[in-house]
């Protein structure tokens, strides 16, 4: 069949709930069931903007809110015309974080809406699957320390958790919960089940637009 395009699945969740992991050997074990898929993840930190992110992220430079959310947002912009080519020629995308992200973590700051926060973002690719790698404060806490950047705080991952909760509740989006405190086997046989589901659905379908 001709125009048989990938799917564009993403990865989401709270800190060490595995999200980079379990995106690299899904890629692995798609491609090894004879599909074509390819890993991403935002921040892209390679490229200016990413680097600019990056630096604020190691706390190296000081950025505006509004204005480190803007590039959060355009370092996905500027990867969308790559994006939509791997789809349409029929890669399956697996995306370690997007701009649910984007919108969880600055709307966790002062005087931000979601609203605001999520309209940069309309019209990205939209995702056929969001795989939300739930796992509690506890469990991840559990499974070792915080790092060195700027968001790595406890009181800070709640009120992302928080909003990531929020955002669950468009129904218009495939949202997937996922329990992470499963083995990496597990929860990685798991997500491969439905991603398969999703790249069969999909294939003749076109790629929708976020939040329009
Ligand atoms: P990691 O590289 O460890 O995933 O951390 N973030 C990410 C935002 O604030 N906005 C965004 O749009 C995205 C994609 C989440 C990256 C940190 O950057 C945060 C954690
Ligand atoms: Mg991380």
């Known amino acids: 069949m001709a125009g048989r395009r990938g799917a564009l699945i993403v990865l989401e969740g709270a ?5 980079s992991t379990q995106a690299r050997r899904l890629v692995e074990r798609l ?8 890993g991403m993840r935002f921040p892209e930190r390679t490229t200016e903007i990413g680097k600019l992110i990056s630096s604020y992220l ?13 590039l959060f947002s355009a370092n996905r912009w500027e990867q969308v015309p790559m994006m939509k080519e791997m789809l349409r020629s029929g890669v399956t995308l697996v995306v370690d974080r997007y701009a649910f992200s984007g919108v969880a973590f600055t709307s966790s700051k002062e005087n931000f809406s979601m609203k605001w926060c999520k309209q940069p973002d309309e019209g990205l690719p939209k995702p056929d699957l969001i795989l939300f790698l739930n796992l509690s404060p506890e469990a ?5 320390g915080f790092g060195n950047e700027i968001y790595e705080t406890s009181d800070f991952q709640v009120k992302v958790q928080k909003r990531y909760q929020e955002l669950m509740e468009d129904k218009s989006l495939n949202w997937k919960l996922v ?5 990496v086997d597990d929860v990685l046989k798991e997500i491969t089940g439905m991603s398969e589901g999703i ?3 999909v294939k003749d379908q076109p790629i929708g637009k976020l939040w329009t």
């Open 58 to 70: 190691e706390k190296k430079s000081n950025i505006e809110d509004h204005t480190v959310h803007l």
């Open 15 to 19: 800190d060490r709930a595995g999200k």
């Open 140 to 144: 991840a806490a559990a499974r070792g």
């Open 199 to 201: 790249i069969e659905d």
């Open 31 to 38: 491609r090894q069931r004879g599909h074509r898929a390819d």
């Open 179 to 183: 329990d992470a405190s499963q083995t």
